[in-house]
Each structure stands twice: as C-alpha cells, then as structure tokens.
C-alpha cells in the first residue's frame, strides 16, 4: 500500500529552527508537496520537490532524497504565525496525490 | 471574489435531511476536487471533475452524489448521512487534473450529523 509518514505533533520556540520529517512509500513518485494549513482555515501551498536537494524559499526550505524516500520541511526564525498543521503529499505514478496525515506545529514564546 | 470559495462554511443536519454543499473557483482552473478531511487523518480524496467530467470516484458511498455544470462550480450533494459523515469538507481546484500543479483549496464546510 501506499503511505506517508510524518510526526503527529511539534512543539518550538519563537526565533528557533524546526525541521518537520516527512518519508513516504508511493507506486512510483512524481513530486512532493508540503502544504500549510492555519485551524480552520484552507491548506496553502508551500513548496514542490521533485528532485533531490534542498529549495530554499525565504525562511521555508524543503529538502527531498527519492533514494531514501524522504522530505523535511525546514523553518528558521520561527514565528507565532507559523503555529499550523505542515502537510506531506506525495504525487505517485498515476498523478495521484498520496496526502499524510498532517504535523501540528505549536510555536511557544 | 477571488480564489476558491465554498458555502456553507458550518453545516449541522439530520440524518434524513438533504443537503448540499457548493464550490466556486475563479481562478480560471479546468479541475476541481472534494476532498474528506477527518481530525488526524489524512486527506481523502473523494471525486475530481476535469473539464466537468468525472475521472476519479474512490469508492465513495453513494449517499454523497457530485455534481459539475460547469468548470467554475462543483456541488456535493448530501442524502441519508451518518454520523461518521461528520468531517471538513474541502473543495480543490487545479489547472489540471493529473498532473504537478498545486491545488488551491477552498477554507471548506464544517459538517455535523446528528
């Protein structure tokens, strides 16, 4: 079967560096998604990984290893808005995106 | 209005009831998704019209029923709920459907079955 595997829940301090695990098992792999999404509110858009190496997008990076079937979400200079659910998803051979089940990221002062 | 916009942001009903939940984009997208989201799982996809035609249903019960007039309106049609029903509903729109491009989601309707 298909899965994805990431840390249920975080906890960081304001100003500090995270780094949120995501390792995944797909039929095949056409990218990787991570995805933020604020309680009640719609997942947004954070970055797309298809080969290997780190994108670095203001203080978000994204790292992807496809030999080892493995991503991590990097946020410096941590916020009090970054407090969210970080979401993997995997895009399979089929175009089809595998979505895991979320890290909730709680920023502490 | 811009973006993808979904109505009614909270439901409660019955289960007898019938309902209906509604999604607009304006983003000009030909692919639209309902997605399930459950507290701590995964999102599940549940229907995706390209060009409003039905390419995926993942084996949805029929008790939910979509419909796709046109490529800026996606509806999900409620019939006969049960209480583990009870979840986020997300509406998705892409460029298009089976392929890399990110999805813009919708803030969603909260639905309760009583």
């Known amino acids: 079967g298909q899965n994805i595997d990431q840390p249920t829940e975080m906890t960081a301090t304001e100003g500090a560096i995270v780094q949120i695990n995501c390792t995944y098992q797909t039929s095949g792999f056409n990218g990787l998604f991570w995805y933020q999404q604020h309680a009640g509110e719609a997942p947004t858009f954070l970055s797309y990984n298809v080969l290997d190496g780190l994108e670095e997008k203001g203080r978000f990076s994204s790292f992807l290893s496809r030999s080892k079937g493995y991503s991590y979400l990097l946020l410096k200079e941590l916020q009090m808005k970054d407090s969210a659910s970080y979401l993997c998803a995997v895009l399979d051979s089929n175009y089809q995106l595998i979505w895991g089940a979320g890290t909730k990221l709680i920023i502490k002062p | 209005e811009t973006g993808v916009t979904q109505t009614p942001r909270h439901l409660v009903m019955g289960m007898t009831n019938k309902k209906s939940l509604k999604c607009e984009q304006h983003?000009?997208?030909?692919?639209m998704y309902w997605y399930k989201q459950s507290a701590k799982k995964p999102l599940e996809l549940m229907f995706v019209y390209s060009l409003e035609e039905r390419v995926e249903n993942n084996s949805v019960p029929s008790r939910f029923s979509p419909e796709c007039p046109n490529s800026s309106h996606l509806f999900l049609h409620l019939h006969t709920l049960q209480p583990e029903d009870s979840a986020l509903y997300l509406c998705a729109s892409s460029l298009r459907a089976g392929d890399y491009n990110e999805q813009f989601f919708g803030p969603g309707t909260r639905l309760t079955v009583l």
């Open positions: 983003l000009g997208h030909n692919a």
